[in-house]
Structure formats: structure tokens, C-alpha cells
């Protein structure tokens, strides 16, 4: 648990913070450390991983999706590293191409857009997020694919059943992922209905209480829908053929006689679903129980159920199906036992009972949080969890089984006593995350919590220089929050005079805040307050103004005036002189606007001629900066009585007038009788009366509650605390509101008694080696009951049999002297006063102090030493010799020197601690730098000292892999080549022979081959010339030990001209020294330990938003300023500003915004963010709308940063994000996305061009030798038409080659393409046919235009007209050359098929 009181305040506090303040006195122990949330100390602040998001436990996927996304994002200082662990062992994201990690995060996303299957990737995963202080794991994420399998093919005969029997459909769907929704449905689609006599069971099936003939009227199908991926599967269908001993009329059937008279045997209830008289159900904590009974007979049973022993949870019961079904939602263990389902008819009744056992999954009674410590404190982490059957508790550090892990750095101070961790006197580098694994037969539960060991000097976290105005006699608080680690002490100072501020008139509280109990004039002057600790001081300055109140001294008054006179009201004020004041007026409860008509002065508002809108509650308020003050009065319009007798006309309800004549009678010791009078209730009833009280003694003129009671009383007996001068009020409450506080009553004293209440937090601890302490926490005032109040401390050695030895003490802390070195004792306590002695305490078990151990460990030496490990071994000390509490065997090492000739390295001492009480131990000493020389010595430690070193010993490291290189710069130096730059590893861990880069080309999310370079040890640029300027390439550079490769330094080639905006030359240079480091897979990777440590990430600078209101002092805060600076934090903190009200100093969060909202566009998507100062777990809205059509689209609960994706590319779009619950919306911005890229390729060195030419060429060639053969053989192609004119062209050029014989020439030159023939032949023909001047297929024109008949034509063939044959003297077709032209317009030519017609069309 986390005290109240090391809480962060800010700003100015009044009442609320009062509330909180007072909680601060009830906690003085060391504890977690609360770090605020000031930018400036999140930004110094070193913290272990935290999941702040992963994918769901049991990860259902869509097969049809491109990509599958499984999330783990963590957060941490450092920022943390990632990697994935699949079915236990180390999934190793480089080797796969489809597989990338989001930068700066642990998300994978597995795309399928080139191929794949998702059931490849099927498996368990588990996130590990690490940094220098520790790792974090993520829940065990089970992926799987959707599955909607295909029914299996059957046959299904007709089911044959006797009328009035029962039936049984079964369904049988197939098992799918998630599993089907079952619904019945005949062939026409039709859903089968369902009633008290036909239902669905829980298992799909279909049944029949009893069955009617019009049952076989239709057939019955059943569907299986599978939600996933929107699929249906249906079933082939049941027909039913009803047996019947009586026929059956359409026209006889009605609902109360379904058999329509006919005489059917009737049947006593039995049970369909389940079978027997009991059975037995498992459900588990939380989830929803179906208790399921379905019977059988004639006429169909009816349902009830009942649980034995108890009643059922009526507000949990539900009952479906017709009564069939009993369903529980969110089951607890109260709903185990015997439930019973009865069937019956008016032939009988059957039963059967069901008992239900209710098991549980792991759930949380304690989850552990995240610990935050100071150097030398104390912490513990809890983790408490329930279930059925019990749950084991199992610990992990850092990923490890924490009963693996014996000797550790942290393990000296650390005990695990079960389920808590307890921690004692923790280091600097004790840090580490801590999982809680809790687990049973049906589920577990995973936690992280971190310890991080902080030590910060002081720091101030308020505004310096304060000025604060106060009203006179008002309890005021000066506020100077602050923060270090270890928590500073903090001191006030008044004028830079005095020893500190604490008692009588002020109350220094430990958060920072100081509290004068009634301020007075003589308060004001500048307070300064300094906080230290053992890592330094720091002071803040506030300067404090005592002010008169503003007050009301002659209110308005209430008003009662005829139509069409004038009202007064009055409102005299009197306030300090230096503060200004304004007077405002409102009528019932909203501003009034003066006009013309109304008038208003100083002191006085006066309506004339009233009316009865004027009618309603004028209130006047004044206000200054500090404070202000109001009054409220009524105005009713009545008309001449003489015109209108009911004057005394209703008047709406008002606050009831206060009591009066408060008496005190019955006085006993703890007791009083209180009587009042109540006043007019205002016709509202009074419903509640508020007894209030004050004392003289510690908080004069304070009235606090003591306790309220019914309308309808007016004498109730109160009861109080001993030694007490107490007087009353009483406070009248009706449905309007409150009424003014009544008179005082006369004081009333309680007579003193002995303390009940016993002093807390009682503890014994040495500050020296012959001392003990003995502190607590004083009793409040209200418990101490009497003058003069003291203590009764004992104490005595533990198991020693000595007598009590006692001090009776003022003070809240006393000192034991000259006791043995740390020797337990049994302490108790006791507070009394002048009346007797309270209860005694229970006893605690204190220790005297420690002092120097005696001993120191010997015979340490080394072995197995590897290039980051060694293990240590020792003799140890004989534990009396430690003269204190065995803390641990403190290993004390250094780096002496590197066996990398030239290098410089730190000779800084570290340590790490082995807690162990073996005979002989021994500990393992890891993160070693490999290739070096080291050196060591050991001491033992208890809480305060150690002992004298043990003998030095030296030792030297194998070599290992070498670091990263220090920096990866990329130059374009031309469009063709990439000029490479690197630095040295700044730890080569061995002598470097070389380096190799890794390089492929990446296509969108496809990688292609990789290739590969390797240099020599002495070179650190190298110029690359691109196989292709238009590709975007991966580079990989790692150097190269004789062990091995080491750390990878990862980035891709600079953008290329079409890509990037900004690349306008040859020479633009972009430099990547701030790339991320990522672990790519080399060609020949060496093993890989269970858990290698990933390399560390450079984070680069962000560009935020950091809001700071500017109020000024005199006028409400504006809206906030904003200012773009350049920090690593992702967000921003939210600022608390400080609102002046009437006597109080109250913290008001400033109204929630968005701001600074960016869009970097791509051509297909957008990163999107923004800041804004809401709580971390709020969801926000993207709007993004399509400007050239308007189209909307929305996603919903985001958190920035966000990726927009399937933007359309060249388009301009409108942007927007809001927050629906707490009404917040940014400014619209808008934006372009970048036009396609699109690879400029020369189309004469394509393929599939030089195929399309090829083949125009021979099919120009295949036409050429066609005409050819044609012509040599006379020419038997007809001389009209498209095809013969299109061939002659394509051989030549109509107008510059001479014709050939077969061209047709008219004298002046001109050839007919038409038909073959002259123009002046066309002339003389022009009446007729067409038909009839088109020569015979098989016949060729000469010179002078007459048709020719070809010789090995049949023109006689045929009654009178001219046959026509091919050449191989097949029939193609019969003319008549003297037919009318209606008859032959219709009737053309047709060509026999050919291979040269078959080029003809194809040409």
C-alpha cells in the first residue's frame, strides 16, 4: 500500500486538499516512493518495462486476412527492446520475410499479400520488452486460424415416425474456430418454429415432444453459421413421413386440438435431453451456467425447476426455451448445488436433478503493483490470488524462475515468504521486474511489477516565487511540493528568521505543505521552505498577503409591491481597500441585463414600474480577486386589493427559515440531549435537520458535522468525546435547500476520561550500536479524552524471561542506551492521561543497533570464466560475527584494464551481493565485458557496515562478439552509387578481423535475395554502386570477432528522387546516426543463449507539445498557450491551474484539449499524431473525410500514434480527432497524400513489346507470300471487297507504287478499293444491283472489267442458274444472274473457310 501522504500536490489547495491532508498524519513509515508525474523528473527517471499492451490470450484470426497482427507494446526508460518467444523457443523475426516488428514497439504484423499461409503461424507466443534494468513479459498469446469446415456429404433417408411419438433431429455440425451458431430452417428458407412442443437443444439437435402429422408437411435443415468469417453451412435435408391410424383433415386442425378429434394415444413425461434421473455439470467462476431439460409425451409436458436446499437467485435466473433452458450469468460459488427440472402432464411428472459444481480460474484478491524505493528502504510486493482449485504462486525476475536464480545482485535483499516478496535495505542497480504467475487446471495469471531503486536530490515542483492573496481569519494553506529519493525533510521558514515553522499557529504536514490555522495580519511576510536530503537541498519562496473579506452588510430584503410601482433593492459592501471589487446582478440564477429601464448604483438596484415578468429571486453577488459574497431576495407582484381581493395569492416554495431556541438537557458523560424549534418550512417540508459542532480548544471557530437526523425530529441525544467544550447548531433542509445556521447553543463540556485509543506504528531500531529507538504516532486530539496526556513505553530482551522495563513520556519517541549489539527486544505501548491509562498495545519485536562486522569472507577465487561471466567462491564468516542483520557477501569489482591493445577503459568499482548461509558458497558474476582484465575483493555486510576486504584477486574475460558499430552513415553521392561510412565498435570485445555488410532489395513488404560485402579491420567506408537507382535497399553492417558477429546496425538507403520531397540533387546526404539497432539474421548465425540480451535502441527526438496556462492574477485563467519544444517524452503532463473562490484555495483541472495534431502522408497511408492532456487510458476518434466526394470514415479508441492506411494516393483528405467522453475536439487539418510512384521503365527493352512486334511481323510476312502464290497462280481471290483492298495495301502504297495487273484503272488514274472497278463502270451501272456486278466466287476480272469464267467451274451446274465450286469442287453457293434486286439484295456471296481467309480476318 502506497501512503497518502507521498503524494505529489500542486498548485493552490483549499477544503478538498484538507481532506487529504488530514489522512497524512496516519502514515510515517518508509514506503513506495510516489513519483510524480512533472516532465522534468519523468525525463531523468530511469524505470524497468512496463506491458501496457497485448494481444488477448486466446487470438482467434480470420484466414482471409492479409495480415495478422499480435501486439506487445511496452513502456520504459530506457526505451525498451523486444523479442518473441513461439512454443517456447526463440522466434527469430529476421529469418522470416513476412514477418516485420513495428519500430519502437514489440507489435509483429505477418503479411500474406505475396503468399503464405496463416495456419503456418499457428503456435503459442510470448512478448519479452527488456532494458538495462530489467524484463517484462507478456501473457502467453495462443494464435489461431478460423476454421468453418464443410459439412460431411450424406444421404438422409426419410425418417418414418408414429404420430404423437417423439423425435429426435440430430444435427451433428461441424467442429469449427469459434465453434457455429445452430438455427433449423425448411427448403424454402423458412425458419422452422419453435414452441413448448418443438425446440432446439443446446447441442443444435431438433426436438419433438411429440409429433403431428402436418409435422411432414415440410422438411427440416440444419444451418450452421460460422460469425468468423461470415460463412453457412447447411445440412442436407430430414423429410418426415408421419404414420397415422386415423386420416387426417387440413380443415379439423385448431390450436387447442392439434389432432383435430382424431383419438391419439396419450404418454406420461419422459425425459429427451438429459438422460437418467441425474447427471452432473462443471462451470466455471464467472461464466454464464445452462442447466438444459427437454421431455417428451402427450400432451407436451410442461417444465419447472427448483434448486434443493435454497431458493433460486431470482435475480440471476433466466429461464429460455420455453422453460426448457435455466441460464445464470456470471456464476459465483453460492451457485453450486442440487437443481432440479420437473416434467409434467396430466398424466404424471418425472424429475431430474443436475448438480453443479462451481471451479474457478486464477483470479486476483491482490495484484502486485510496480515499487519505486529509495537506497537503504524497505518494500514488499504481494500477490494474492484465489481460485478452485487453489492457485499455485509461482515467482519470476526478469523472465526467471526466481527459486533458479540463488545468488543475485538482489537476492541478498530479498525474501519470498510465498506469495510476498519482502525487500530490506535495497542498493542502487537492485532493480528488476518481478512476475507473479498464478495457476491452476483452468487457467492462469500473469503480472509484471518492477522495484526500481531511485536516489535523486531535491527538486521543487511548484512555481517559484508565489504570490498569495488570503482572507483574514481563513484557514490557509502554502503549498510547496517537492520530490528527492530519499524523501527530503522539509522546514519553513518565516523572513528568513527562526528554528522552523511547526506548532501553535502553524502545522507543517511531510507532502510540503504548511497550514496557518486562522491567518492574520501579522502572518504576512515571505516563507521560504527548503527540502533536503543526503543528496542535497532546495528551497522555494512564498510570499503571503492577509486581506479583509468582502462582505455583505446590508443585504437586499424580500419585496412584495403593487403593479406598476417601484422595487429597491439594497446591497451595501465593504472589502479590503487594496483588492477591487465588481457588483453583479442576476434574477434567478442567470446574469440580468440592465437595459434601459433598470437602474443600478453602488449600493442599490430599483425597477421601476414593475410588472409581473419582473417577478423572481434577485440575487447580488460582489467579488474580488481572493473572495466574494452574495445575497438573494424575492419580488412579488400583486395587484390593488381594491380591484382584487386575493392578494394573498401562493407563493412558490423556498429555504426553510433556521431553527431557534436551541436547548441542552439529559447531560451524562458522553452524552447530551439537543432540542430545537424548527421555523418555517417555506411550504416545503422540511425532510432533514444537520447537527453541527465547535470546540474552543484546538480549532476554535471551526464547525465541523457531528450528525443529521429525520425532518420529523426536533430532540435527539448526541453523542461526543470526553474533555470536549462543545457547542451546537442546527442546520434546517427541505427540497429547496439549506436554511442559515441556527444561534449557538450554550457550551457544553464532557468530563474527561482515559484514553481508548491506543498510539500506532510502534517500532524499535538502533541508531547507534548500543542504542534502541522507540518512536509511534501520537494520538489525535479528539482521542485523547483528558489533560495531560503521556505514554507508557516497555520493553525487554526477547526470550529472556527478564521483567518489563518501562518509561512513561510526553514525547513521541524515547531512547534506550547501553544495550547489546543487535539483540532482539519485546516492545508494547500505552497512552493515559490525568483520568487513567488506555488499553496497552500488542507486542512488537524491535533491534538494537549493529556495528562493524569482525570477520571478513577469505579464499575467494575464480572459475569457469567466460567472456561475460565468472564464477565466485569464498569461505564464509561464522554469522555471530556479523553484529547485525546478514544483509549479503558484498563482491566488490573493476574493470582494470582492456586486452584490446589501446583501449581506454573505466576502472569504476561496481558491486553485487550474494545472499547465502551455506558451507560453502559460491555465486555467479555476470555482465562482464568480455576480453579484459578484472579485478575483485569481498566483504560482509549487515544494515549499516561492513567488514574488512578479503584478498584481491585478478582475473581475465574470453573474448566475445563485438558491440555494434558506433554510427552508420548513408550518402547518396550520385543516383548510381551509396557512399557507406561507419565508426568502431565502442567495446570490440576481442580483436576485430573484419566487418560484413548485408544488403537486399526491398519491395514493399518483400525482401529480395540478400548480398553480401566484408571488409578488412581497418576500413570504414566503403562506396556501393546500385544495381538499380529506382529500388529502396536494407543494409545491415555487423563487426566480426573471431568468435563471431557481433551486434547488427540496421537501416535502409536514402529515399530516391520520386520517393522524397526533399531529395532535389545528387548531393543531398542523409545521415542515420540515429538509427534504430535491430537484430538481423546473418547468413551463418552463431547459437543463441535461451534469452540473448538485444541491443540497445536509440531514441530519437520528438517533436511535443508542452501547454502551460498563464492565469493572471486578477482575471479567470485564459486557454492555454501552447509551445513546440523538442524532449523525449511522447506526451504531455497535465498542468493544474489555481481558481479563486470564497474562502478556500481550491485545485481545478484545466478543461481537456487536443492540440499540435500532425499528419506525415505517404501515398497509401498517413501516421497521424497528436497531444492532448488527457488521462492515460482515454479513446479517441479519427474523422477522415475524402475531399473530392465528402465520403466520412471513422475509427474509433485510438491512441496516438496512429497509422491511417487504404488512403487513396494524390488525394486531398480532412482531418479530425475527438474524444466522446469528455467532449473534446481538435482543429481540422488538412492534407494531400503523395501521387503513386510509378518505376520509369523503357518499353523497348520489355518483353512482352518485342513478342508483340515479332508477331506483327509474321503475320505481314504470311500476307506477303499469300499474295504471291495468289497472283502467280491467276489469281482467284475476289476482286471486291475489305479484305482484298486492306491485302493490296498492306503490300504497297496506292499512290507511290505503280499498279499491278489486276488493279483497275479508270482513264484518269483513279482505282475503285469498293468493288474492283472503274469509276466509269460504276457510273454506267449505277441502277443496278450490286449483286448482280459482283463476279462468281472462282472467277477472275480482266483488264477491260468483264468477269472471266475460270475453267474448272461448273456454270451449268444447277436449273438454269451459274453454280459455284471451290477449288477442290465443293459447293459454295447458287446464283441466278437475272433475279430481281429485292430478290438478291439479301442473298450475298459467301467465302468457303480457309487458312488464307483465316488470315484475312486477322489482318
Known amino acids: 500500500m502506497r501512503p497518502v501522504g507521498r503524494r505529489e500536490m500542486l498548485g493552490k489547495v483549499g477544503h478538498a486538499a484538507l481532506t487529504l491532508l488530514s489522512l497524512l498524519l496516519l502514515w510515517q513509515e518508509a514506503a513506495a516512493i510516489e513519483v510524480p508525474l512533472d516532465p522534468k523528473i519523468q525525463q531523468d527517471l530511469k524505470q524497468p518495462p512496463t506491458i501496457i499492451k497485448q494481444s488477448v490470450k486466446d487470438y482467434i484470426v480470420d484466414p482471409r486476412d492479409n495480415t495478422i497482427i499480435i501486439e506487445c507494446e511496452a513502456k520504459g526508460n530506457p526505451m525498451p527492446i523486444f523479442l518473441w518467444r513461439r512454443n517456447g523457443r526463440l522466434f527469430n523475426i529476421g529469418k522470416d520475410p513476412r514477418v516485420t516488428m513495428r519500430k519502437r514497439s514489440g507489435t509483429l504484423e505477418v503479411g500474406f499479400h505475396n503468399g503464405g499461409r496463416p495456419e503456418d503461424y499457428e503456435g503459442e507466443y510470448q512478448c519479452f520488452a527488456s532494458n538495462e534494468l530489467g524484463m517484462a513479459l507478456s501473457n502467453k498469446i495462443l494464435l489461431r486460424v478460423s476454421k468453418a469446415p464443410l459439412w460431411p456429404k450424406e444421404v438422409l433417408a426419410p425418417v418414418q415416425v408414429v ?167 456470471s456464476v459465483s460459488e453460492e451457485d453450486a448445488g442440487e437443481y432440479v427440472c420437473m416434467a409434467d402432464n396430466r398424466l404424471g411428472s418425472i424429475r431430474h436433478s443436475i448438480n453443479v459444481q462451481v471451479k474457478a480460474a486464477p483470479y486476483w484478491l491482490d495484484k502486485p503493483t510496480n515499487l519505486v524505493l529509495a537506497p537503504e528502504e524497505n518494500g514488499r510486493l504481494v500477490c494474492r490470488a484465489n481460485g478452485n482449485p487453489k492457485p499455485n504462486i509461482q515467482w519470476l525476475m526478469n523472465g526467471e524462475p526466481i527459486n533458479k536464480i540463488t545468488e543475485t545482485p538482489t537476492s541478498t535483499n530479498r525474501e519470498v515468504l510465498g506469495d510476498t516478496i519482502l525487500f530490506r535495505g535495497v542498493q542502487i542497480g537492485s532493480s528488476a521486474v518481478y512476475q507473479c504467475n498464478a495457476s491452476n487446471q483452468h487457467g492462469y495469471l500473469l503480472a509484471n511489477a518492477f522495484v526500481s531503486v531511485l536516489d535523486m536530490a531535491p527538486r521543487m515542483l511548484g512555481p517559484k516565487n508565489q504570490l498569495i492573496k488570503v482572507v483574514m481569519n481563513n484557514r490557509t494553506f502554502l503549498n510547496c511540493p517537492f520530490f528527492g529519493s530519499p524523501l527530503p525533510e522539509l522546514r519553513w521558514f518565516k523572513n528568513g528568521q527562526g528554528s522552523g515553522l511547526d506548532g501553535g499557529q502553524y502545522r ?66 465593504v472589502s479590503d481597500p487594496s483588492l477591487p471589487i465588481t457588483v ?63 392578494v394573498f395569492s401562493t407563493l412558490p416554495p423556498d429555504r426553510p427559515d433556521p431553527p431557534i431556541d436551541l436547548d441542552l438537557s439529559d447531560p451524562l458523560a458522553r452524552s447530551v440531549r439537543l432540542t430545537w424549534i424548527p421555523g418555517n418550512d417555506r411550504r416545503s417540508p422540511v425532510t432533514e ?92 486530539d479528539l482521542e485523547k479524552n483528558g489533560p495531560n496526556l503521556q505514554y507508557n513505553v ?93 544483509k549479503e557477501y558484498r563482491l566488490y569489482y573493476w574493470r582494470e584494464s582492456s586486452l584490446v591493445p589501446g583501449l581506454v577503459v573505466s576502472k569504476e568499482k561496481k558491486t553485487t551481493g550474494f545472499y547465502t548461509t551455506v558451507p560453502e558458497p559460491s555465486g555467479i558474476l555476470k555482465d562482464l565485458v568480455p576480453y579484459s582484465k578484472y579485478k575483485m575483493f569481498m566483504v560482509v555486510a549487515n544494515s549499516r557496515f561492513e567488514s574488512l576486504p578479503s584478498n584481491n584477486v585478478e582475473f581475465t574475460t574470453a573474448e566475445g562478439v563485438p558491440d555494434a558499430p558506433r554510427f552508420f552513415r548513408i550518402n547518396r553521392r550520385s543516383l548510381d552509387t551509396l557512399y557507406l561510412e561507419w565508426g568502431k565498435p565502442l567495446e570490440p570485445n576481442g580483436i576485430l578481423i573484419g566487418y560484413q555488410l548485408v544488403y537486399q532489395r526491398v519491395n514493399g513488404s518483400r525482401l529480395g535475395p540478400q548480398q553480401f560485402e566484408t571488409f578488412r579491420p581497418n ?7 546500385l544495381p538499380d537507382r529506382s529500388a529502396r535497399y536494407k543494409f545491415s553492417l555487423s563487426a566480426l570477432t573471431k568468435v563471431g558477429m557481433g551486434e547488427v546496425y540496421a537501416e535502409e538507403s536514402p529515399l530516391f528522387t520520386n520517393e522524397a520531397e526533399n531529395f532535389t540533387d545528387a548531393t543531398d546526404v542523409v545521415e542515420l546516426t540515429d538509427a534504430t539497432l535491430s537484430s538481423v539474421s546473418p547468413p551463418t548465425p552463431t547459437p543463441l543463449p535461451s534469452l540473448p540480451p538485444l541491443p540497445p535502441t536509440t531514441i530519437p527526438p520528438t517533436t511535443i507539445s508542452i501547454t502551460t496556462p498563464t492565469p493572471p492574477p486578477t482575471t479567470p485563467p485564459p486557454p492555454p498557450t501552447t509551445t513546440t519544444t523538442e524532449a523525449t517524452t511522447p506526451s504531455t503532463v497535465p498542468v493544474l491551474v489555481t481558481t479563486k473562490r470564497v474562502d478556500q484555495n481550491v485545485l481545478v483541472t484545466p478543461r481537456w484539449e487536443i492540440w499540435s495534431l500532425t499528419v506525415v502522408a505517404n501515398s497509401y497511408y498517413a501516421d497521424v499524431n497528436w497531444s492532448h492532456n488527457f488521462p492515460a487510458d482515454s479513446k479517441f476518434t479519427l474523422e477522415v473525410t475524402l475531399d473530392f466526394n465528402k465520403t466520412v470514415a471513422v475509427e474509433k479508441e485510438k491512441q496516438p500514434p496512429v497509422n491511417l492506411k487504404a488512403l487513396i494516393a494524390g488525394e486531398m483528405y480532412h482531418l479530425r480527432v475527438y474524444s466522446q467522453e469528455l467532449n473534446s475536439v481538435s482543429k481540422s487539418v488538412t492534407f494531400q497524400t503523395k501521387a503513386a510512384h510509378i518505376d520509369q521503365v523503357d518499353i523497348a527493352t520489355q518483353g512482352w513489346f518485342i513478342g508483340l512486334m515479332c508477331a506483327i511481323a509474321l503475320i505481314i510476312l504470311i500476307l506477303l507470300i499469300v499474295c504471291f502464290i495468289k497472283r502467280s497462280r491467276g489469281g482467284k481471290y475476289p476482286s471486291s471487297g ?122
Open 163 to 329: 404420430e404423437g411419438s417423439p423425435l429426435v433431429l440430430t444435427c451433428n455440425p461441424p467442429p469449427g474456430l469459434p465453434p457455429p451458431l445452430i438455427f433449423w430452417m425448411d427448403s424454402n428458407m423458412t425458419p422452422i418454429h419453435q414452441d413448448r412442443r418443438v425446440s432446439m437443444g443446446l447441442n443444435g439437435d431438433l426436438y419433438f415432444s411429440n409429433v403431428l402429422v402436418q409435422d411432414g408437411q415440410k422438411d427440416y435443415s440444419c444451418n450452421a453459421r460460422f460469425n468468423f468469417t461470415y460463412t453457412i453451412q447447411q445440412k442436407n435435408p430430414f423429410n418426415l413421413k408421419v404414420q397415422t391410424t386415423e386420416p387426417y383433415n387440413d380443415t379439423s386442425y385448431n390450436a387447442s386440438d392439434p389432432f383435430g378429434g382424431r383419438k391419439i394415444a396419450e404418454t406420461s413425461p419422459s425425459f429427451l435431453t438429459p438422460e437418467g434421473s441425474g447427471s452432473f455439470k462443471m462451470v466455471l467462476r464467472d461464466e454464464q451456467l445452462l442447466l438444459e431439460c427437454i421431455a417428451a409425451g402427450l400432451p407436451t409436458p410442461s417444465i419447472k425447476w427448483f434448486k434443493r436446499g435454497g431458493d433460486l437467485p431470482a435475480q440471476k435466473v433466466k429461464f429460455q426455451n420455453f422453460n426448457k433452458t435455466l441460464k445464470i450469468l
Open 508 to 573: 507543517a504536514y511531510i507532502n510540503g505543505t504548511l497550514e496557518i490555522k486562522r491567518a492574520r495580519k501579522e502572518d504576512e511576510g515571505i516563507y521560504t521552505c527548503v527540502a533536503n536530503n543526503m543528496l542535497g537541498n532546495a528551497e522555494n519562496q512564498v510570499q503571503l498577503e492577509v486581506k479583509e473579506p468582502t462582505r455583505i452588510i446590508q443585504a437586499p430584503t424580500y419585496q412584495s409591491v403593487l403593479r406598476g410601482s417601484k422595487a429597491t433593492f439594497h446591497c451595501k459592501v
Open 584 to 646: 453583479n446582478w442576476s434574477k434567478d440564477g442567470e446574469r440580468l441585463d440592465l437595459g434601459w429601464r433598470l437602474k443600478k448604483d453602488e449600493e442599490s438596484l430599483t425597477i421601476p414600474s414593475v410588472s409581473e415578468n419582473d417577478e423572481g429571486i434577485y440575487t447580488c453577488t460582489v467579488k474580488s480577486e481572493i473572495d466574494q459574497d452574495s445575497a438573494s431576495a424575492r419580488l412579488t407582484v400583486s395587484e390593488d386589493t381594491f380591484h382584487n381581493p386575493s
Open 689 to 780: 435537520f444537520l447537527v453541527q459542532f465547535e470546540e474552543n480548544h484546538w480549532e476554535p471557530g471551526r464547525w465541523r458535522n457531528l450528525s443529521s437526523y429525520p425532518g420529523d425530529l426536533n430532540s435527539v441525544i448526541l453523542q461526543l468525546a470526553p474533555n470536549v467544550n462543545y457547542q451546537f447548531r442546527v442546520i434546517a433542509i427541505n427540497s429547496v435547500g439549506w436554511s442559515q445556521p441556527s444561534q449557538p447553543s450554550p457550551r457544553y463540556k464532557t468530563t474527561a476520561a482515559p484514553p481508548d485509543a491506543i498510539p500506532r506504528d510502534l517500532r524499535g531500531w538502533g541508531s547507534n550500536k548500543d542504542n534502541m529507538e522507540l518512536t509511534w504516532e501520537p494520538l489525535r
Open 794 to 886: 516497555w520493553w525487554r530482551r526477547k526470550d529472556s524471561g527478564d521483567d518489563w522495563t518501562n518509561v512513561t513520556t510526553s514525547e513521541t519517541k524515547y531512547v534506550v542506551h547501553h544495550t547489546e549489539t543487535y539483540v532482539p527486544y519485546e516492545i508494547k505501548i500505552q497512552a493515559r492521561n490525568d483520568l487513567g491509562s488506555g488499553p496497552e498495545s500488542n507486542i512488537v519485536i524491535g533491534y538494537s543497533g549493529e556495528d562493524k562486522p569482525t570477520d571478513s569472507p577469505t579464499e575467494l577465487r575464480v572459475s569457469k570464466v567466460g567472456s561475460t561471466r565468472a564464477n565466485i567462491h569464498w569461505k564464509p564468516v561464522d554469522l555471530s560475527s556479523v553484529q547485525g542483520e546478514f
Open 1019 to 1025: 576500413m570504414t567506408d566503403f562506396i556501393l554502386r
Open 1282 to 1403: 475489305f479484305l482484298t483492298g486492306f491485302t493490296k495495301y498492306l503490300v504497297r502504297d496506292k499512290k507511290d507504287l505503280p499498279l499491278d495487273p489486276v488493279d483497275q484503272k479508270d482513264q484518269d488514274g483513279s482505282f475503285d478499293y469498293q468493288n474492283g472497278s472503274s469509276v466509269r463502270d460504276r457510273n454506267e451501272n449505277e441502277n443496278s444491283s450490286d449483286e448482280d456486278n459482283k463476279p462468281l466466287q472462282g472467277s477472275q476480272t480482266s483488264l477491260d472489267g468483264n468477269v472471266k469464267e475460270s475453267d474448272d467451274s461448273l456454270v451449268d451446274y444447277g436449273e438454269g442458274g451459274d453454280g459455284q465450286f471451290n477449288e477442290d469442287g465443293s459447293f459454295i453457293g447458287q446464283y441466278t444472274v437475272k433475279k430481281d434486286k429485292d430478290e438478291t439484295e439479301g442473298n450475298e456471296s459467301s467465302e468457303a473457310t480457309s487458312p488464307v481467309n483465316a488470315i484475312y480476318s486477322l489482318a
